[in-house]
């Protein structure tokens, strides 16, 4: 009975990292990030903003249109009806978490910028392990700002993603850090949870 309650549990955890078409959140099952890649994250909605457009004032007493963003954008809800302001692409359009379209006024001299508080990285997570089920890549993005020098890569998922080596244990290692392979030469990603079963514990730290 726990056993399949454990699994029932894991089928209704909700992954959390980011969508890969905009800012919501995954809300897939956990398990499905085993055999995931970044595009495989998804919130599942159609991805638009659905806010009214902020600038109220320029459409006059005309119907006032939805936002052109994508949902969970950062920053002020703004239509493409009318050129509120510059149109041109960000210059860091090619980094993730990018919204695209420049925010600054018209006219403007200095490099086109976007609403987004932060561009990340952008490359791949430098989580790559050997573990007792196998090779694991990591294959989220990382999300250090891209102006910060960095060596590790570091994606959005805090918590270790290795599998429990307990054979038919569905759970993850209990670590709370994504880098957990790397703290010495000899780690194990037992989860921690004890279960006994006719008087023998079959998983335990």
Known sequence: MEQETSKLTLLWTLCG????QCGLKCVKSSDHQEDRNQEDHDCLTDHKCHFDCHFIE???????????????HEGKHA???????????????????????????FGHHDDRLCQSTCHYCGEACSLTTTSPKGDYHCSNSCIVPHEEDHDLHRCENETCPIQCPIP??????QSNNHFHSYSNSQVDHFCGYVQYYRNDVICIL
């Open 58 to 72: 320029v459409h006059n007493k005309r119907s006032v249109p939805k936002c052109s963003h994508k949902a969970g």
């Open 168 to 173: 038919d244990c569905q759970r993850r290692c």
């Open 79 to 105: 239509s493409d009806e009318i050129d509120h302001v510059c149109d041109k692409q960000c210059h860091l359009v090619d980094r993730r978490n990018c919204q695209i379209i420049c925010a600054k006024e």
């Open 17 to 20: 990292l980011t969508c890969n």
